[in-house]
């Protein structure tokens, strides 16, 4: 597909566990963002990328979480020893121009942690 | 730091009603200021956008104009349908910054 693709939509874990989540984005792009969107929450920034690098990490809420971009494509954010907060729908977002405010989002994960 | 007040939903109307849904934000700059739909099942996707005061954005029978004064950015349509349905988001970004600051988002409800 021409759009950014997440993967996976839904994600069920228990507590404590280690998850994976990825973002395909669109061909061609080389920003790519990572957002959270908790229950009745507005969207909070993670972490951004531009190429494989990350200038910009500022909004990942602990040590628990990383991510990582390949290729200057695929990115996986990792959430280790999951808690019960980190239930939310993470999103994926990829740009072609820098700072044109014009962002593409795949439609998200839900992660439940149990 | 830089914040986006949104109204609460959800928003219920009749088609064919009219539409407004309040944004106003905060900044220590002149930000961009954005709105952004989420349809069901959908990602979310720029609606409009306005980059400099007074500026209108416009898109699918949607606007909002950008009022430095009242730090506002209100969505308005004339004539909503069933189709129009979904979550409505008001974002910022500071001048040449990646970041976008969002709202909360507000959900709106068309009924037949």
């Known amino acids: 597909g021409a759009g950014v693709s997440q993967s996976p939509s839904n994600k069920v874990t228990e507590k404590g566990k280690d998850v994976e989540l990825r973002c395909d984005p669109i061909s061609g792009h080389t920003a790519l963002y990572w957002y959270r969107q908790s229950l009745g929450q507005g969207l909070e920034f993670l972490i951004y990328?531009?190429?494989?690098?990350?200038?910009?990490k500022s909004g990942l809420p602990s040590d628990r979480f990383s991510a990582e971009r390949t290729g200057g494509s695929v990115s996986t954010l990792t959430i280790q020893r999951t808690q019960q907060e980190d239930s939310a729908v993470y999103l994926c977002?990829?740009?072609?121009?820098?700072?044109?405010?014009?962002?593409?989002f795949g439609e998200g994960s839900r992660l439940t942690v149990l | 730091g830089d914040s986006v007040t949104q109204m609460e939903g959800p928003v219920t109307l009749s088609e064919e009603a009219f539409l407004t849904i309040n944004c106003t934000y905060t900044?220590?700059?002149?930000?961009?200021l954005f709105w952004y739909v989420q349809y069901p099942g959908e990602g979310l996707q720029l609606l409009l956008k306005?980059?400099?005061?007074?500026d209108k954005g416009s898109n699918k029978g949607f606007e909002a104009t950008y009022r430095k004064e009242t730090t506002s950015f209100h969505l308005e349509k004339g004539s909503v349908q069933v189709s129009d349905s979904a979550v409505y988001f008001c974002?910022?970004?500071?001048?040449?910054?990646?970041?976008?600051?969002f709202g909360s988002g507000t959900r709106l409800l068309v009924r037949p």
């Open positions: 306005a980059t400099k005061a007074d």
């Open positions: 977002a990829s740009s072609l121009a820098l700072a044109s405010g014009e962002l593409f």
């Open positions: 990328f531009q190429g494989n690098s990350a200038p910009d």
């Open positions: 974002a910022l970004s500071e001048n040449s910054s990646y970041k976008l600051i």
């Open positions: 900044a220590t700059g002149y930000p961009s």
